[in-house]
């Protein structure tokens, strides 16, 4: 019933940029958390950056500085703004999201079907 959408993956050089977006789509009350993984081959999945329902983001260290997580609450959409971009950032990125379906929901976790990003030396 709900679905996250990725966009905006792609090949770059070192040193480029890309901006992720994922929209949440279907029966949704609310959006809690949201946030972007990122899995590169051979090892796991990894938080890179999430965001609260009142814009507080937290960030990986390896990322720091360097990507920008936002939200736009009336399109349930959240984005990653990456620069600076490093190969070592080449992975597939997923988007997750903590939602509430209804007033009587518990809420549950959603996660994106992901979107390579691959950055070339």
């Known amino acids: 019933q709900v679905q996250l959408v990725e966009s905006g993956g792609g090949l770059v050089q070192a040193g480029g940029s890309l901006r992720l977006s994922c929209a949440a789509s279907?029966?949704?009350?609310?959006?809690?958390?949201m946030g972007w993984y990122r899995q590169a081959p051979g090892k796991q999945r990894e938080l890179v950056a999430s965001?609260?329902?009142?814009?507080?983001?937290n960030y990986a260290d390896s990322v720091q500085g360097r990507f920008t997580i936002s939200r736009d609450n009336a399109r349930n959409t959240v984005y990653l703004q990456m620069n600076s971009l490093k190969p070592e950032d080449t992975a597939v990125y997923y988007c997750?999201?903590?939602?509430?379906?209804?007033?009587?929901?518990?809420?549950?976790?959603?996660w994106g079907q992901g979107t390579q990003v691959t950055v070339s030396s």
């Open positions: 997750n999201a903590h939602i509430l379906r209804t007033l009587a929901d518990y809420g549950g976790y959603y």
């Open positions: 279907g029966s949704i009350f609310s959006i809690n958390s």
């Open positions: 965001i609260t329902s009142g814009g507080s983001t």
